[in-house]
């Protein structure tokens, strides 16, 4: 069966500080995959996805940045945190084969900057 | 206007209670059709995934599509309080990159 893995679950950075959030999958190949941010009390909104090995699309232009060096790894980075870069973040992984395939979650990373 | 509608609550009921959690959309053009259900400080996990119109159901859930309307719906028998969480109704049109597009989430409490 496939699994995926986020961590750390819970990170306290300070401002201005780089950021590198990991995310794999296994049991499967070649998926798409996703970085979603999700404020408190509110939606999800996705960062950025992959459908393949350094194919990266931005949907939110901001300070963050994201990578996919192997075909079930993601990684999300930033630079240089900023306050509002704070909030939940999940990864995602769907089936890359045929269409309107669901997306399964990670439990994410609770990020807090001070 | 956003492409998913979904109000967000809370919703509050009594063990037992028949729950409907509903989303309306203005894209003619999705065709696939999720409900996920969120715990607090957990990744939302999937629940119902059904494919243009009509009804699913799974034990106590049943997912219910109405295209012509572009309304979905979820409807939760028996609820019980291991139900209370956020419920996130999602949808994606026929492309190969599985973009979602998420609802706000519904946050239901079921009182013992």
């Known amino acids: 069966s496939q699994t995926i893995h986020q961590w750390p679950a819970t990170l306290v950075q300070p401002v201005g500080s780089p950021l590198s959030l990991e995310c794999t999958v296994e049991?499967?190949?070649?998926?798409?995959l996703y970085w979603y941010r999700q404020a408190a009390g509110r939606g999800l909104q996705l960062l950025f996805y992959?459908?393949?090995?350094?194919?990266i699309s931005s949907e939110v232009p901001q300070n963050l940045s994201a990578s996919r060096p192997q075909d079930r790894q993601f990684i999300l980075s930033s630079k240089k945190l900023l306050l509002s870069d704070s909030g939940f973040y999940l990864c995602?992984?769907?089936?890359?084969?045929?269409?309107?395939?669901?997306?399964?979650f990670g439990d994410g990373t609770r990020l807090s900057i001070l | 206007q956003k492409e998913v509608e979904q109000d967000p609550g809370p919703l509050s009921v009594p063990e037992g209670a028949i729950v409907s959690l509903n989303c309306t959309y203005s894209?003619?053009?999705?065709?696939?059709f999720m409900w996920y259900r969120q715990y607090s400080r957990k990744g939302p996990e999937l629940l119902m995934y059904?494919?243009?119109?009509g009804n699913k159901e799974d034990g106590r859930f049943t997912a219910q599509v109405d295209k012509s309307s572009k309304y979905i719906s979820l409807f939760i028998r028996d609820s019980q309080p291991s139900d209370s969480a956020t419920y996130l109704c999602?949808?994606?049109?026929?492309?190969?990159?599985?973009?979602?597009?998420f609802g706000q989430g519904t946050t239901l409490q079921v009182k013992p």
């Open positions: 995602a992984w769907s089936s890359g084969t045929g269409f309107g395939q669901p997306q399964h």
């Open positions: 049991g499967t190949s070649n998926p798409n």
């Open positions: 992959s459908v393949g090995i350094g194919q």
């Open positions: 894209n003619s053009a999705f065709q696939y």
């Open positions: 059904t494919y243009s119109s």
């Open positions: 999602a949808m994606s049109v026929s492309s190969n990159t599985g973009k979602l597009i």
